[in-house]
């Protein structure tokens, strides 16, 4: 079974469209994050999610907007999608540290390659 | 063979050889450091991990050692396997807070047989 699991794998679009990529971890952890991987794999933190809750949103423009149904999924939009934004974008789960848990890091996910055309 | 992880440059060594990938890290206060291994067309996977408290942690046939003096994380790899080729990253947490992982640019590891 697939620990972290994101779809599409691939995402070709134009400028201008609103996309949506989904991620679910069937590994009961309480921590979601979004990842972004430039061209050159520098990896990025975009968003982190615990139990639902927003807790990390680094300077991401406002078009990309991150939603936790629950506590297993995290799912990107992003609006107006412009050529910039084309990138592999991973998700990751994790769980929080301070429960006791030795372990904090984060698992990936495969990663969905995002082309704005 | 020694590489530093900046722009992603490629260390190439020869299978059976012994790696070692290094890495400098930002914050005097980061609490836990990572390596991870990503293979083309894959996600980020888990190595080894260490704690500050720590200055050494070996796993199989993996050793990461931590200077926290200098800041410096390295990431040895002893008999060297064409499956070991690949980019590796290693990542830095800040204590306290939540688990914000801040990775490091890179290096890309070749393996020749």
């Known amino acids: 079974d697939t620990a972290v699991s994101q779809t599409p794998k691939y995402l070709v679009t134009q400028m201008g469209n609103d996309k949506s990529i989904k991620c679910e971890q069937n590994?009961?952890?309480?921590?979601m994050y979004w990842y972004k991987q430039d061209s050159k794999k520098f990896l990025k933190i975009m968003f982190s999610y615990n139990n639902k809750e927003l807790i990390i949103n680094e300077t991401v423009p406002n078009r990309f907007s991150p939603k936790s149904p629950d506590k297993a999924h995290l799912n990107l939009h992003i609006n107006s999608l412009e050529l910039g934004d084309s990138a592999v974008y991973f998700c990751?789960?994790?769980?929080?540290?301070?429960?006791?848990?030795?372990?904090?890091?984060?698992?990936f996910g495969q990663g969905t390659r995002l082309t704005v055309v | 063979g020694e590489s530093v992880g900046l722009h992603l440059p490629t260390l190439s060594v020869q299978e059976g050889d012994n790696s070692i990938i290094n890495c400098a890290y930002s914050?005097?206060?980061?609490?836990?450091f990572i390596w991870y291994k990503q293979e083309s067309g894959k996600g980020p996977q888990f190595i080894i991990d260490i704690r500050s408290n720590m200055d050494k942690r070996q796993g199989q046939r993996v050793t990461v050692l931590l200077n926290k003096t200098v800041k410096h994380l390295s990431l040895q790899i002893a008999a060297t396997q064409p499956g070991d080729s690949a980019v590796y990253f290693c990542?830095?947490?800040?204590?306290?807070?939540?688990?914000?992982?801040?990775f490091g640019a890179g290096t890309r590891l070749a393996v020749h047989p």
């Open positions: 590994l009961g952890h309480d921590t």
């Open positions: 990751a789960s994790s769980q929080e540290a301070g429960r006791g848990l030795v372990r904090t890091e984060a698992f």
């Open positions: 914050n005097s206060a980061s609490d836990y």
């Open positions: 990542a830095e947490k800040l204590a306290g807070g939540y688990n914000k992982l801040i």
